[in-house]
Nanobody
Framework: QVQLVESGGGLVQTGGSLRLSCAAS????????MGWFRQAPGKKREFVTS????????YYANSVKGRFTISGDNGKNTVYLQMNSLTPEDTAVYYC???????????????????????WGQGTQVTVSS
């Protein structure tokens, strides 16, 4: 059974930083394409960032580029989202997503659409105060 468990959310002031974690079980992060999405109140879920199965490619939404960084720790089977220079516009529930069945030919591909992912975490709330 696959489980993705996010943690690390909380309340932070504008300009602050948070690091979210996504601990996976039932799948191997190093053999999966991984992504982070977020959903603000009253808005649709949106793509934040993703990392390819190979780990060699990452992709970021324009709104977070230069401020957020996705990374993985294969030994801990965990993916991280480092978020710096946070603003109130970053307030949302953040979700981790996994796509474990990636073909070798797609090993460098970064997935940006939520329907491309097979598994989701329960989300962690991030609130940025002004």
């Amino acid at each position: 059974q696959v489980q993705l468990v996010e943690s690390g959310g909380g309340l932070v002031q504008t300009g602050g930083s948070l690091r979210l974690s996504c601990a996976a079980s039932g799948l191997t992060v190093s053999r999966s394409a991984m992504g982070w999405f977020r959903q603000a109140p009253g808005k649709k879920r949106e793509f934040v960032t993703s990392i390819s199965w190979s780990g060699e490619n990452t992709y970021y939404a324009n709104s977070v580029k230069g401020r957020f960084t996705i990374s993985g720790d294969n030994g801990k089977n965990t993916v991280y989202l480092q978020m710096n220079s946070l603003t109130p516009e970053d307030t949302a529930v953040y979700y981790c997503a996994a796509r474990p069945r990636v073909t070798y030919l797609s090993r460098s591909y970064t997935y940006t659409e939520d329907h491309e992912y097979n598994y989701w975490g329960q989300g962690t709330q991030v609130t940025v105060s002004s």
